[in-house]
């Protein structure tokens, strides 16, 4: 298959190894490639019975319940591009960041601060879609407490 412009492909096959969907995502890859739109992939995911939730007016609350159920979203992000968002996370100057991975350079995040990643997305079309499976399990804590003396 041509996988030009596959960033959609990519980002939900991300999502969907996020998810422990490895077969699924490994099926899709085999099937997609090349360039995707809004109504077309939702399409797709309706035929192959897959569970999401998307939003196509730049709204927040998709990516807060991403966030807060460790799902992610892809989504449009940068001119002709998608990405897929991990969360948000705080930077040491107090202030919220999303978490973006670009499937063009997956060996780094992307950080951009809430308030103009919000106008960005809506400037790129405001498109997310998050797949509604389990979320992964939550990492182990250690069950002790060091204490100083």
């Given amino acids: 298959a041509n996988n030009q412009g596959s960033c959609v492909h990519a980002s939900l096959s991300s999502m969907l190894h996020w998810q422990n969907h ?3 995502a490994k099926w899709w890859r085999s099937q997609y490639g090349g360039g995707e739109y809004s109504d077309q992939l939702r399409r797709r995911l309706d035929a192959a019975k897959v569970p999401y939730a998307f939003t196509e007016r730049a709204n927040l609350q998709l990516l807060d319940d991403a966030h807060a159920a460790r799902r992610g979203a892809l989504m449009w992000w940068k001119p002709y591009h998608c990405c897929l968002f991990c969360g948000w996370v705080k930077g040491s100057d107090g202030r919220v960041y999303a978490a973006i991975l670009d ?46 003396e």
């Fill in 22 to 24: 490895f077969d699924l």
């Fill in 103 to 148: 499937n063009n350079r997956v060996q780094s995040y992307e950080f951009v601060e809430r308030g103009q990643f919000h106008k960005d997305w809506a400037g790129y079309g405001g498109f997310a879609l998050m797949v509604l499976f389990d979320p992964p399990s939550l990492p182990p804590w250690k069950s002790y407490e060091l204490i100083e």
